[in-house]
Structures are given as C-alpha cells and as structure tokens.
C-alpha cells in the first residue's frame, strides 16, 4: 500500500444514489467511470438496499478494491416495514428528513484518516433527489454535484412541471382527457 501522503493527494468521490429502482444502477456506472480516472470511490446505499444487495449476492458481494468502498446509512423508515421503500413519497419524506445526520457522521468517519486510512472526501456526487446532502456539503466545506439519474427527457419534464401546472395542462380535468384527443397536445413553449 502507498504512503499516507499518497493516499491523500488521491481524489475522493462519495457517491449516494437515491434509495429506489433506477437510481442505484446510473450512480454505480458513474462511480465507476470516476474510479477507472483514478478516484477513490465511497459508494453509500441505505441500510436497507445494502442489506438487500448483500442478501442476493452473498456476504463477500461487496468486498472489493481498497480504493472503492461501499457504505450505508439509514434511511429512517421504520423497520417493521420491509416493503416502505416502494412507497416513493414516503420515502421522500424520511430520507430527507432523516438522513442528514447519518450522513453526516459517516463523512466525519472517513475524513479520519487515522480511522479510516482513506483520503478525505473531496467531492460528492448525489441524486439529484437527495437534497439534503447539499447541507452536508455545506458543513463540511466539500463541492457537490447533483446526478441527475433518469433519462434528459425524464430531467426536462422535472424541469418543467411548474410550468406544466401553471399553464394548466397538468393535472388531468377528467378521465375524458386521456381518451379525447388532449395527450396529443403540442407543447412548443419548453426551453432547454
């Protein structure tokens, strides 16, 4: 293994996926592109999806490059629900509710070097749906990038539910509009 000072100069990328299908997949990719450039990678699930993962591929499925790590927090859903992570909006609530400190502390881990024999954090890369992890940024004086995991079309209709509810197209009037012609709409007025 190098010496400390080169485990320091390496840079570190913590990654945290939002907890649901189709977000865990895209941030694994992108931290994997990050660790081929030469970034030590912390990968953070929640408890629940690590224990999930480690379930399905066995105890030693996350063992792996002493350079890519993975780590969890909780997600703050009460365990006597094992399916509450289908429930998005629910989940929504709790992680960002209650996810901040967790992840908090688990910066504070790694950046002890003495403890964790790992370079400091020197970026972080959340879902774009883990808001709260711009707090933590904050505290700790880290940049954050904000991963936008879905397809652009899927970030472009995010971007512009607003004004999809301002201007009335959005919700649906009745069960009519599905049927009658209205899903056809064209919307001309979308910036990109």
């Not at 010496?3 to 694994?28: E, F, R, T, W």
């Not at 502390?105 to 954090?121: M, Q």
């Not at 020197?122 to 700790?140: H, N, P, R, W, Y």
Request: hydrophobic residues 35%; contains cysteine; negative net charge.
């Amino acid at each position: 293994m190098g010496s400390m000072s080169d485990v320091n100069s390496k840079p570190h990328a913590l990654c945290i996926p939002y907890p649901a299908q189709g977000h865990v997949s895209p941030m694994l990719k992108l931290a994997k592109l990050l660790h081929q450039k030469g970034f030590h990678i912390s990968f953070v699930n929640t408890d629940f999806n690590h224990n999930r993962l480690v379930k399905s591929r066995g105890p030693n499925a996350l063992d792996g490059l002493p350079d890519f790590r993975f780590y969890s927090i909780p997600d703050g859903l009460p365990p006597s629900d094992p399916n509450a992570t289908q429930d998005i909006p629910t989940l929504c609530k709790y992680t960002s509710l209650y996810c901040l400190a967790p992840f908090s502390n688990l910066i504070s881990r790694i950046n002890d070097s003495s403890v964790s024999g790992v370079p400091p954090v020197t970026c972080i890369v959340s879902d774009g749906i883990m808001s709260f992890t711009l707090k933590a940024a904050e505290q700790f004086g880290i940049p954050e990038v904000l991963f936008w995991t879905t397809s652009a079309c899927g970030l472009i209709a995010y971007m512009q539910y607003s004004q999809l509810v301002q201007r009335g197209y959005t919700p649906l009037q009745d069960e009519s509009y599905l049927t009658n012609g209205y899903l056809d709409t064209k919307i001309d007025w979308v910036l990109l």
